[in-house]
């Protein structure tokens, strides 16, 4: 089956402070990978489409200044919270679509649990 | 944009069917899907239907599409306590490369012994 990863899984840290998350596909090749942020008993809502060796593509609302992406290999994005604050807590969860799948089919991590003090 | 909409929360006891509802908006749609999400946890990839089907069954889960309404719902027979989580319906203009998913509300299944 197709493996997506995610470290840390949970990570507390202090107000201004930055916050790097590993996204990895372990399986297979991921040519675009998704980060997309949850809060509690609401739905997932994309941050930003990553694409290996090129920008990624925030939607709106998101900066992109503080939420900085790096999508450096097909295997591997990182998701950098900068000068985090409190109500940059949530659950973050980053999908990886598989090169040459089909049906769009997006694998999931399990999610990072990120708690702002 | 697109606006995916789903009932908060479903009970059901063990063993009944249990239905869960799904009405989206984006008629371009053409991939819909149906994930399960446990505490805690990422997304789990259950199902997923193409436009032009109206019906998918898959062992316990049947999957039916009104595209006329735009109306996806998920029938999980013999409802077990493992069943217990949160589900998505998701809507996806395409199949190919790169296309985002807009994600519904999430439907709460409890499941009662």
């Known amino acids: 089956g197709a493996v997506v990863s995610q470290h840390p899984s949970r990570v507390i840290c202090k107000s201004g402070t930055s916050v790097k998350i590993e996204c990895r596909s372990l399986?297979?090749?991921?040519?675009?990978m998704f980060w997309y942020r949850q809060f509690p008993k609401q739905s997932l809502m994309l941050m930003a489409t990553s694409n290996e060796g090129s920008k990624a593509t925030y939607e709106q609302g998101v900066e992109k200044d503080k939420f900085l992406i790096n999508h450096a290999s097909l295997t591997l994005s990182t998701l950098t919270v900068t000068s985090a604050h409190p109500e940059d807590s949530s659950f973050y969860i980053c999908s990886a679509q598989r090169l040459a799948g089909k049906y769009n089919e997006q694998f999931f991590g399990p999610g990072t649990r990120l708690t702002v003090l | 944009g697109e606006d995916v909409e789903q009932s908060l929360f479903l009970s059901v006891r063990e063993g009944d069917s249990s239905v869960i509802n799904c009405t989206y908006t984006d008629s371009s749609s053409t991939y819909l899907y149906w994930y399960k999400q446990e505490p805690g946890a990422g997304l789990q990839l259950l199902t997923y239907?193409?436009?032009?089907?109206d019906m998918k069954q898959d062992q316990r889960l049947t999957v039916l599409l009104n595209k006329k309404d735009k109306h996806l719902s998920l029938r999980i027979a013999d409802t077990q306590t493992g069943d217990s989580a949160i589900y998505f319906c998701?809507?996806?203009?395409?199949?190919?490369?790169?296309?985002?998913?807009?994600f519904g509300t999430g439907t709460q299944l409890k499941v009662e012994l």
């Open positions: 998701a809507e996806s203009p395409s199949g190919g490369g790169g296309n985002k998913l807009t």
């Open positions: 239907i193409f436009s032009n089907m």
């Open positions: 399986d297979f090749q991921a040519t675009t």
